[in-house]
């Protein structure tokens, strides 16, 4: 279970300063990338989102090339093919109190995790499965905070999520819905959500809360090209039961169709298996130039 | 402006495992504690909040001799009488992803920074001019977040404070006022606030976001002795402007009269001295039992 490799700043190291901001503030960014063939999924997408928080969060972007050359040295090595690639970058140490220093020194730690998706929910051989696999889903009780300034990126302020991720020890279940203060759903924990409806694929707006996933990117352009519907939408927990369908993304699962929220069944067969084929087979391409 | 030494489950350390959850997800609570005569000031308020802050995010409760252990040996050792020490606790190393592990291993983060309060601003030169010190404050744009499992307790997600402390650059101002997302005051980025008026002194309730600094208690303890009606009131600007006067306090300041909000001057005179003054003398009295 444990990371088999770090590099920090390009130089392997199991340890990080412990003055970094990262870890007395939460002041940084990243992101799960899955791995395959020695080669990470959707790199571009999550340079673009790292970026985008980077500039959110008023910390200079690492230099794309350099995280590059950082990936492939830790992947060339690495015991095996296929796994998890955790890049984190923090805005670097600092002296004691809030203020961001004038000249930030930002961190960079890329680490591998090897195998298929460990933890308790055997993920990857459920999307062999694919639209077969049971994906269970909760309702947390946590709520999501609303700060315009933090929706959509993924920064280092997970506590919502850790306490939404506490609610529940049942391995059999998969994710739990988060809704925000004003009881609209949000996202899943570690996942982004999807209804289907009569008008096609709608998802929650990210403007006050919640993470815009790699992959929820990829699913709004793969649906596009396949001319189905794709919209954003506020959706408060009856919208989830009422629908025809419910899906969860995220960068190691893809897309997956659920089968059950709490007790509620869906209807097998909602969610269009071609979407769910075509992103699946982009999000677990590996890109090949970094 | 570094720390001097840092003791990591008492242990002299200055880096921290890379797993440690406090560094991937904010996973964990910290006080920051005068020092004086090489003794923490008000050790058991910022034990208690520490404690209510382990009970919220289901965090083992560290030993309190063995913490008092590790600060004496810190402080007895130190470079310096006076200073300030930061405690931390995280939820410790684990594998990956938001679950906390079911076993957890909390680890103890101690670290010393000597001399009087480092910084752009000389906060404890001006505590020794008490009231007379001219303490300006600005307003934030960054907004508070709402999340009652959050609210009160200092743990480690502090991007919302980092944001709105990098909104000024001028050393003079020494704090900013943090309004949520209905537009009320609730803190500073490092402060509490009080407002006073013709009914005595108020300040905003921590329901929703903010942290209950541990002077804030001791606010309302020594306005009792002093029969100088204390309570909570939710505070807009405008209530802030209008006011007769306005005070902040934290563990290394006390509490301060605010001399400037913005623009706007209040009379000098207004704070009542004698609720400062025995402030002043038990936040920063050290305690000499730990």
Request: aromatic residues 4%; charged residues 25%.
């Amino acid at each position: 279970m444990a990371w088999s490799r770090t590099l920090v700043d390009g130089r392997p190291a199991d340890s990080i300063d412990i003055a970094d901001r990262g870890l007395l503030y939460g002041d940084g960014l990243f992101e799960t990338i899955a791995v395959r063939n020695r080669r990470p999924c959707l790199w571009r997408r999550h340079l673009a989102r790292l970026a985008m928080g980077c500039e959110r969060l008023g910390i200079p972007k690492p230099d794309t090339s350099l995280l590059a050359t950082e990936a492939s040295t830790l992947l060339d090595d690495a015991d095996a093919p296929a796994g998890v690639l955790k890049l984190m970058v923090t805005r670097g140490s600092g002296p004691r109190g809030y203020a961001p220093p004038l000249a930030p020194r930002p961190r960079r730690i890329l680490s591998f995790q090897p195998g298929l998706l460990p933890g308790p929910f055997p993920v990857l051989p459920d999307l062999r499965q694919g639209a077969d696999a049971d994906v269970r889903l909760t309702i947390c009780a946590t709520r999501l905070g609303a700060n315009e300034r933090l929706a959509g990126i993924k920064h280092l302020n997970r506590l919502e999520q850790v306490l939404g991720r506490a609610e529940w020890s049942d391995p059999e279940i998969l994710d739990g819905i988060m809704c925000d203060t004003r009881r609209h759903a949000i996202c899943g924990t570690m996942s982004n959500i999807y209804v289907l409806d009569e008008t096609g694929i709608c998802t929650p707006p990210l403007v006050h809360c919640g993470v815009a996933g790699t992959v929820r990117g990829l699913v709004q352009d793969c649906a596009t090209a396949l001319d189905i519907p794709f919209r954003e939408r506020e959706l408060k927990l009856s919208d989830l039961y009422a629908a025809d369908g419910l899906m969860i993304s995220n960068a190691l699962l893809g897309l997956l169709p659920v089968g059950r929220l709490r007790e509620h069944r869906y209807r097998a067969g909602a969610a269009p298996a071609a979407l769910i084929d075509r992103v699946r087979a982009t999000a677990l391409e590996p890109e090949t130039h970094l």
